[in-house]
């Protein structure tokens, strides 16, 4: 198990997720998953290079690689769709061999062509949408950082939210640090901190702001529901719950299950909490929102397999 995450962390470009398959990390994963346990795969954006403008390469996947994974996935694997996968658990239900669910986070408008390529071999995802930030809602605030950061002009940028500081900007290095630093920053505080920061930034780079185009829009995703694909809550705004406090977090996490089930007239069972990683994105508290907002299941990012005994409500994945 331990070997499988490492070997999965290290293939961080999209060919090393090529090579991964090829050399037989999916046969490991297989070894490793007995049949009570089901592999919940974390995907986030299918793209190539054009797609780390708006996603960290980190947690891109080519197309190509992506669809070499399903073909692979569906000859050799069990894979079910999430919902399902978590009520055989939760009801303590056998799961076939091998059970593997698919899921992508945030609603990257390169997810209609993901869809595509899981209905092209029957196999059905879930997609953790971030509700408001669709292709004509609100900026999608992780890859607005990255395009006022492009935007600012000049060796450095001086910042008085959520404290007076200077963050350099002459190399790429200190705009790949400064990107990692304001998202830390939006990540560690209350949303109207956070959207201070952001609207000062947009004044200092002397950009409006306006809806993320390399989001999904509506109709795509009406188009991915069509296709069978089954949608998921990842909050209204990408907040960060823990930060949030219990009345934004509540508002986030009930308010983006309603959003999608009023505008997709479809179930919405499942979430996932967004910016995994080193901050606290998760607790008891929020997991009992989840529970209460209707969700049958919540995913982390925590690597490993989803048991029986797992919680329902912090259940693992595999990141991709
Ligand atoms: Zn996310």
Known sequence: MNALVSRLRRSIAPAGKTLLFRSGGCRALRTLAPSRNVAILRYHAVCGPEGYAYADPGICVSPEAFDAHIAYLSSQY????????????????????????????????????AARTLHKYGVVGTFYLTADCLADGQPFWPTEIKTLVEALRGPAVTITVPRAQTLPLATATDRYRAIKTLTKLCKGHPIPVRDALRAELRQL??????????????????????????????????????????????REIDGCRRVLRERLGVEVTQFSYPNGGAERYHTPELHDMARRAGFTGAATSSNGFTTPDSDPFAMERVEI
């Open 205 to 250: 780079a002397g950009v409006p702001a306006a809806p993320t185009p390399t989001m999904l829009t509506w109709d795509q995703v009406r188009e991915m529901v069509s296709l069978g694909m089954d949608m998921g809550g990842h909050t209204l705004t990408h907040t960060n719950l823990p930060s949030a406090g219990p009345e934004d977090a509540w």
């Open 78 to 113: 069990a894979v079910l769709p999430l919902p399902e996968a978590v009520a055989r658990l939760t009801s303590r239900q056998p799961l076939p061999p091998n059970a593997v669910a698919i899921t992508f986070d945030d609603g990257y408008a390169d997810n209609l062509g």
